[in-house]
C-alpha cells in the first residue's frame, strides 16, 4: 500500500525570478519544485508527521534573496492510521471484536476480552459491538 502523501501546490512568480520555494507544515520544511516551468510548483508532506491538523504556509524567495509567505487556505490533516475512519476508536478493536465474533463469543465475553485487551471501557465495547452488526 505504500506511505500515504499529500500533495502541496502553489502557484508562484516573481518577475526577478524566484529561487526557492518550500512549504512549511508541522514546522518541517517542504521543497517544492516547478518541474514543467509555469509557475505551478509541487511539493510532497509525508506521513511522518503525527494524527493532527497543521497549517500550511508557502514561503518564496525570489533570486534577489527577498522571501514572501502566504498561509494557505485550507489545513492538512493527518489521520491515525490505526484510525481511518475517523471515530478516534483504534481499527484493531472492531477487528478483534469480528475475530472473537467468528469464533463463536458471545457479545458479553468479547466485550470483557477487548475490554481487557484495549483498556477500553466495558460499556465503549458493547457499544461497538451493538452497532457494528
Known amino acids: ?3 500515504a502523501r499529500a500533495e502541496i501546490q ?3 512568480h516573481d518577475p526577478s525570478g524566484i529561487k526557492t520555494v518550500y512549504a512549511l507544515v508541522g514546522n518541517r520544511m517542504n ?4 518541474l514543467k516551468r509555469t509557475n505551478q510548483y509541487t511539493g510532497f508532506r509525508g ?3 503525527p494524527p493532527g491538523t497543521y497549517s500550511v504556509t508557502i514561503v518564496a524567495v525570489d ?3 527577498n522571501a514572501a509567505q502566504a498561509k494557505a487556505t485550507t489545513n492538512l490533516i493527518i489521520l491515525d492510521p490505526r ?3 475517523d471515530d478516534h476508536i483504534d481499527d484493531e ?3 478483534r471484536v469480528e475475530q472473537l465474533s467468528a469464533i463463536g463469543l458471545g457479545p458479553n465475553e468479547i466485550a470483557g476480552t477487548v475490554s481487557r485487551e484495549s483498556k477500553l471501557s466495558l460499556d465503549l465495547i458493547k457499544y461497538v ?3 457494528s452488526s
Open 47 to 49: 506521513s511522518n508527521l
Open 83 to 85: 484510525d481511518l475512519n
Open 93 to 95: 478493536v472492531f477487528n
Open 129 to 131: 459491538i451493538k452497532h
Open 31 to 34: 521543497l517544492m519544485i516547478d
Open 1 to 3: 500500500m505504500g506511505d
Open 63 to 65: 533570486e534577489v534573496g
Open 10 to 12: 502553489a502557484n508562484v
